[in-house]
């Protein structure tokens, strides 16, 4: 899990987020095995329901897993 952190806030810990072509930014930027993000049409003005549902969704997944997966050495 730390290693993923250490990759993600290296490659992104420099986006900035605070602003809406910050994130358009981010998100352009961001690939994996040639998946990619295509925000057009995307407002980054407002949280929907639904995002801030996955949002702790997210959260209490990774601390479920974090609680049964002991730390690597």
Known sequence: MAE??????????????KTEAGARAALAAFEFDSFRFDTAGWEFTEYDRWCLYTCQALAWTAAQYDARVPAAA
């Open 4 to 17: 993923v952190e250490d990759e993600l806030l290296g490659l992104y810990g420099s986006a900035d987020l």
